[in-house]
């Protein structure tokens, strides 16, 4: 990494070429042209010719080939690993073009990115691993016969990945439908292409075989809608907004297709009144600040204790206001660019709506005045308080650097207004005792609790939501289950099986 200069205003090496990749193929686009941009600056980073539903349809046709061609199907789990271990390893030797792309292209920072891709390397590596330990199941017997349960792979499976971390989520998608023996047509976001399309670069070059993976960028009223409407699409894992979410759903139900869907939040961080408040402060800062607010678990309604309210908000206002706001490539800064201006628009709407709704906005509340700045999509760290938890800011997700912040009094008070949400996908805690920290998180409508932490994520772990937060779980074990087929085979004992025909 020390070889880069992340202060470099212009992006220090090329991107992919305009060219998209369909089943093994690199080729340009038969869709429009599209600009991407760098939020940092505003400058573009690479033009896209984007796919079209003829690219789709070319993608899945070479998906469901090479997915059903023996080579591939046949496999044993420890074969299909070795694949696993080697896009690891190459994903790893690319850490910092990886990282440096993905920054330019979203706005994070490098230390963060660099932490996603190693994010991305470990979640191969990890279903690598589970390939070699997986087991099928010899189930019980209720007769004289003996049963078993094997899993096998779905086909094509559609993954939609969202613009916030490209190369994490590619990763937690591709993975384990490799692992599970099926081929990916993936559809990065439209604004965010550039990471994905290096991916498959990696990817194709570890000698994975042609047509088990496909990215089409594009729009996903055109891509992805005819990913998930295509015959050859036997799953689609979508990570993104509830809205398109509930329309894919509403597609499944059609096909009578899986889906696992990662949707929208709006987490409730707790602060009760024994917290370490310094430790806490720093926690929410992180939970809802990093990554510019732009996460889907970003700790986005806080109650804290009405007796400890006003000290506690008094030290998260000051220490947020000395939150470094600046380009996502300098190493000092904290806070960097929202993804796209159009994004950054709609956030500062969501912030002018808190005023109308009658909100104090404490800090922050504006688009940075900085000349530096000028030109890039930046929003300043904002906190307001004064709204009830049933005003559209405090139960609406933003997706940005805005926090709301509400008192609350007594725990019953906590769990109605904290559960009052559409969402459940994830919370924080931040208390001294362990006991009421158990207590209450069993009583969170939440996929995700954290206490005394917050945006601690393992592959390890099973995610997901509940409520409007999304369908199915995702990581662990079981990941890749979720990319699989079910069959039950049975063994007939008897001698003479069916005696009834005699």
Request: glycine share 10%; net charge negative.
């Amino acid at each position: 990494m020390t070889a880069l200069d992340f202060r470099e205003a212009t992006l220090p090496f090329a991107p992919i070429a305009d060219r998209i990749f369909v089943g093994g193929t690199w080729r340009q686009g038969t869709g429009p042209a599209f600009e991407v941009t760098d939020p940092s600056t505003g400058e573009v980073l690479q033009v896209v010719h984007q796919a079209t539903t003829t690219d789709v349809d070319e993608a899945v046709r070479r998906g469901r080939a090479a997915a059903e061609d023996p080579a591939w199907r046949s496999l044993l789990p420890h074969q299909r690993a070795k694949f696993l271990h080697r896009i690891a390893d190459a994903i790893e030797a690319n850490t910092s073009r990886l990282a440096l792309l993905q920054s330019y292209n979203t706005g994070k920072t490098v230390a963060e990115t660099t932490a996603l891709v190693g994010s991305a390397a470990g979640t191969f590596r990890y279903f690598a691993a589970v390939l070699e330990t997986a087991d099928e199941d010899l189930t019980t017997p209720r007769g004289n016969y003996l049963t078993m349960s094997v899993h096998e792979p779905i086909g094509v499976i559609g993954a939609i990945a969202p613009w916030n971390s490209p190369v994490a989520s590619d990763a937690q998608k591709i993975a384990p439908a490799l692992a599970a023996g099926n081929a990916v047509v993936l559809k990065p976001a439209e604004w965010t292409p550039l990471v994905s399309l290096e991916l498959a670069r990696i990817l194709d070059e570890t000698g994975l075989p042609a047509g088990l993976l496909s990215v089409l960028p594009g729009k996903g009223s055109v891509v992805g809608d005819a990913i998930v409407h295509h015959p050859g699409v036997g799953k689609v894992t979508f990570t993104g907004g509830t809205n398109t979410g509930r329309a894919i759903a509403h597609a499944a139900a059609e096909k009578l297709m899986p889906v696992s869907l990662e949707l929208g939040g709006k987490s409730p961080t707790i602060v009760l009144d024994d917290a370490d408040i310094d430790a806490a402060v720093n926690g929410v800062m992180y939970g809802i600040f990093s990554s510019t607010g732009q996460s889907c678990i970003a700790g986005s309604r806080l109650f804290v204790d009405r007796r400890i309210y006003e000290e506690f908000l008094a030290k998260l206002v000051a220490k947020t206001q000395r939150l470094r706001l600046g380009p996502s490539r300098d190493p000092d800064t904290q806070v960097g660019p929202m993804v796209h201006r159009k994004h950054r628009d709609s956030v500062a709407a969501y912030v002018d709506l808190a005023r109308e709704e009658g909100g104090r906005v404490l800090c922050g509340g504006a688009i940075p005045d900085d000349e530096r700045l000028r030109d890039g999509a930046y929003y300043l760290p904002t906190i307001i308080d004064g709204l009830p938890n049933t005003s559209r800011t405090c139960q609406e997700e933003i997706f940005g650097p805005v926090l709301v912040v509400l008192p609350f009094d007594g725990e019953a008070d906590l769990v109605a207004q904290a559960n009052d949400s559409v969402f459940g996908l994830a919370s924080g805690i931040w208390t001294g005792d362990y006991r009421r920290a158990w207590k209450l998180a069993r009583r969170l409508q939440a996929g995700t609790v954290w206490i005394n932490t917050y945006k601690q994520f393992s592959i390890s772990t099973p995610f997901g939501g509940v409520k409007e937060s999304g369908l199915g779980v995702e990581k662990g074990r079981s990941g890749i289950a979720a990319y699989s087929r079910q069959k039950s085979i049975y063994w007939g004992l008897d001698e003479e099986p069916n005696p009834w025909a005699d």
